[in-house]
């Protein structure tokens, strides 16, 4: 029984609509569903105070109470049948609960490295965006796919090349002991600490772009061996955070296509070349100005290829939605790009979305690679889980050193995580690495702990027994964390279509600052035998929707910290 499904129903009746909103309200004493009347009063030109009243007496639902509340008509399940009816669906669908069927193929796009220098910080917020994305997406029903871009050719990676050609006096990552990545980056650094002494760098690295085009053999050289070392050093990367890409594209093998497409166009007449032989499209009328697809050399943008590479994925993956996982900064440039699939009559043009998210900074300002001023991914991860180390071995001396790192690997990862993904899309955040290890306020820890006191409980169960007196769970805090057990499915639908995660991140720890009250407040393995059983089976199912949470979030749990 879908408690929401039947009182949305009811108002659809009621009030002859297609469609209707139900919110959660904010607190429990306001009930376990909310219908705001503001909409309605226009069309009914009455007051959403009137409005509220008189459905309020109208609507009549079986073991549902009913209240007016200012504008708001406020829906009150009755207790014992919101225990039986929430806990016999978690019972019976288990790891199934709250998913959803669809039929719908989305693409995912993440996280579109270069292959110039290691992932830092804002490669991190992509990756753990477009990962918990796919993740939300699938389990409400629809066939996602994760696919990356790689930018392996361009201006910005001939400037590592150049600089290597210039100062790498034949080093690798071996002898010098460096991640093959983080060595291919610390020649990004010094090709921008040069150029600022040198201004004709600038000109060698559009000579070695046009050499690379036309394929010279030393030029190729160096990039294969730069790119594989970049790559190389992603994938070790992408295993330490279990994200998995389904398929790549590359740069290198796509923008060939790009500029067959943008010479059909010129052909068309929907772009132009410009007096100095550069190819453009005029979206003046668009308030977008004009955007160079080709440059006057011949040389390609990230542009030219990505009017290819979209064109090579729908051939692929017939997808009904193409979401790009890209940073606000490039607003312009997609702005400009469905505008070129529109201008090229592609039939998917309307499919493709970008999800524009925002940056993380430093508490000294924004990263600039060049400047060697990021936080690099690896690093991060790695001195949280040093940190991690000494918690544990602070609190435990009987482990071995196997599961002291498999736990702090997992700690460290859940706070990192959840640091990230907590945060609105939309927004720019500082980065705070201290705060995000506690095991108090907004942290994965946190979470990760209410998970495991559950586990903790039920540890010292031998059996549960499902079959229990529903009306046993009868307290406030009880119908507290049923509401909340319920509301995962919305939850999660609308993380769904909001494409948010950090609504299920706040989510997850509202359910498990209550579970830590619960625990607080409540007798459990010493309660009497009817209220334990009950309390066990509550405790259960809390611990199996936080762990189906964190899963979406990319987050394994552990069984003691």
């Not at 109208?58 to 708001?72: A, D, L, M, Q, R």
Request: with cysteine.
């Amino acid at each position: 029984m879908d408690f929401k499904e039947i009182i949305t129903n009811k108002l659809k009746e009621e009030l002859k609509v297609d469609s209707i909103q139900l919110s959660v309200p904010p607190n429990q004493e306001l009930g376990d569903f909310a219908f705001p009347c503001f909409a309605l009063s226009k069309e009914l030109k009455k007051s959403p105070v009137e409005i509220s009243l008189e459905l309020a007496e109208k609507i009549i639902i079986e073991n549902v109470t009913i209240k007016s509340e200012g504008p708001y008509l406020n829906f009150f399940v009755d207790k014992s049948l919101l225990a039986e009816t929430v806990l016999k669906e978690i019972i019976e669908k288990k790891e199934d609960y709250g998913k959803c069927s669809d039929d719908e193929i989305v693409l995912v796009e993440s996280p579109g490295p270069n292959t110039n220098k290691p992932l830092h910080l804002g490669h991190l917020r992509n990756i753990l965006l477009g990962d918990s994305i796919a993740k939300i997406l699938s389990f409400t029903g629809k066939e996602v796919h994760l696919v990356n871009t790689v930018n392996d050719r361009g201006m910005h990676i001939c400037k590592s090349m150049l600089a290597y050609q210039k100062f790498g006096e034949g080093k690798t990552p071996e002898s010098e002991g460096r991640k093959s990545d983080h060595f291919v980056g610390d020649f990004y650094v010094k090709y921008a600490q040069a150029a600022k002494e040198n201004e004709e760098l600038e000109q060698e690295v559009q000579d070695m772009l046009v050499k690379w085009e036309n394929e010279v053999p030393e030029v190729i050289e160096i990039w294969e061996k730069m790119n594989g070392w970049a790559l190389n050093g992603f994938s070790e990367t992408y295993k330490k955070l279990n994200f998995e890409i389904e398929k790549e594209y590359y740069e290198s093998e796509t923008y060939k296509g790009g500029k067959d497409l943008i010479m059909q166009g010129l052909d068309k007449g929907v772009f132009e070349k410009d007096e100095d032989g550069s190819i453009l499209i005029d979206l003046e009328d668009k308030k977008l100005g004009k955007k160079i697809l080709l440059r006057s050399n011949g040389t390609s943008l990230y542009i030219t290829q990505d009017i290819n590479l979209v064109r090579l994925r729908y051939e692929d993956f017939k997808f009904d939605k193409m979401i790009y996982v890209v940073g606000n900064e490039q607003q312009y440039h997609f702005k400009v790009l469905f505008e070129v699939f529109k201008a090229l009559d592609f039939k998917f043009s309307d499919k493709c979305y970008h999800f524009s998210y925002g940056m993380i900074e430093l508490p000294e300002g924004k990263m600039k690679s060049r400047e060697g001023n990021v936080i690099d991914t690896d690093n991060l991860i790695e001195e949280m889980i040093q940190i991690s180390k000494l918690e544990i071995k602070s609190r435990y001396d009987n482990l071995t050193e196997e599961e002291i790192e498999d736990r702090a690997k997992k700690i460290a990862l859940a706070a990192v995580k959840f640091s990230i993904i907590k945060y609105d899309p939309l927004k720019n955040f500082i980065f705070d690495l201290k705060k995000s290890l506690e095991f108090e306020g907004e942290t994965g820890p946190y979470v990760l702990y209410a998970y495991v006191r559950a586990s903790s409980i039920l540890r010292n169960v031998d059996k549960i027994d499902y079959d229990i007196d529903f009306t046993k769970l009868d307290t406030e805090l009880d119908r507290k964390i049923l509401t909340q057990l319920e509301h995962f499915k919305f939850i999660v639908k609308d993380s769904a279509s909001h494409h948010k995660p950090s609504t299920l991140a706040h989510y997850l720890l509202e359910l498990a600052s209550t579970f830590n009250e619960y625990y607080r407040d409540n007798q459990i393995l010493k309660a009497e035998e009817d209220i334990k059983n009950a309390r066990l089976v509550l405790l259960d199912s809390v611990r199996l929707v936080l762990r189906l949470g964190l899963g979406l979030l990319g987050i394994e749990t552990l069984e003691e910290m």
